[in-house]
């Protein structure tokens, strides 16, 4: 069946888009992850860029995301272990401009998130955000680095069905 000219000039129009675009296969944004639990993993990347935080009442802030990367250290059935990607860490760059309860708490708790993963990444708790992810980003690029963890996986379900992931880093398997 051939595609109308109109169909062709609407997909001509939306090309740009589509090529910026990952392919969903119905694993959601996040593509694969392991089952939910806990694994131990390789901290392979962590991924920082400019990005918005967005509060319930459609207000936009500026702010950064950072993203973590993680390759399982055993992964049984596979030729090689699979590579995963964490959910982003969103965070506003002024907590302070948040006008929603609701979104300084979830800041708050994203966070959290991020110093416990740092944390765990730099064994020791961090208390400067800039110097901790520069002195993580140095060590995962230098090639006999490595980071072994033990990463939990959790999923959680909304009341409107939607699966949310989170990772949490629990412990360093190695010195």
Known sequence: ??????????????????????????????????????????????????????????????????????QLINDPGQDEPRRWVGAPIRLPADMNALTDQGAKTRAEIELRRLKGHLTTCLRREPQDIGSALADLSHRLETTDAVIAVVVKCQYDTAKDGRQYRKEFLQKTLSA
């Open 1 to 70: 069946m051939p595609i109308d000219n109109k169909v062709k000039t609407v997909f001509a129009a939306l090309n740009n888009n589509f090529q910026a675009v990952q392919a969903d296969s119905g694993l959601g944004s996040l593509g694969w992850w392991p089952e939910e639990g806990n694994h131990d993993c390789l901290v392979t990347d962590v991924n920082m860029q400019d990005s918005t935080f967005k509060q319930k009442d459609g207000q936009t802030f500026p702010g950064f995301e950072i993203q973590f990367s993680y």
